[in-house]
């Protein structure tokens, strides 16, 4: 026992810096990670999550749903790719929505969240294939980060819009669920203008239940 001891003690003393340095390291790590929790609360900002959100109208009024919100890291996989997407969603201006990608790098994040989204849709996807009676819908994603002054929270959003609808929205304005939703309603609005422009900062989906 008195050699354990000892053997612990000497342990200690040798590598007593390395010790106090990975502790020190993981000390300021955690006061970095609560500076930032603190920082992104008080701005309402949370670019490290990307929220899958459904747009409708029905019954003349905008329905806004969350499909499902997760991490970016568990949906692009890849630390460049996060920090890429988080860096450029922040130089989005009121108005102007869509995250300025590079042009040649939009499909490679869209296919990303296709692929969430195509695993959320699997079972009707099987079901299509097992001959049972299944709806395909065709609709519209995108990436966007509204920053209008109204906007609650500002996080990376994955616009879903039926394809029928994005081409064809109606002329006189939906009824809202809640005032600020007006910013939801102007976002559609340029996303038809930009589906018509610049097609490559959007990617058709069928979507299947």
Sequence with gaps: MDQLVSAVNDLITDHWVKFATAAGFTAIGWMIARWRNAAEWKQREFFHRINFSLNSIHEQTLRIRTLCEKSCADVFLNETAVRQLTAVAQQ???????????????????????NE??????????????????????YVICLTNECDGDTRTRKIRTLVTRRDLLTKLPDEKPKFESPHHHIRWETMLHLAEMYKKEPWQFLDVELVT
Excluded: C, H, M
């Design 92 to 114: 989005t201006t009121p108005g102007k929505p869509l995250i300025p990608l590079p042009k040649d790098d939009y499909w490679y994040f869209l296919n990303a969240v296709l």
């Design 117 to 138: 989204l195509s695993e959320q849709f699997a079972d009707g996807l099987l079901a299509r294939e097992a001959g049972k009676s299944v709806t395909s819908v065709q």
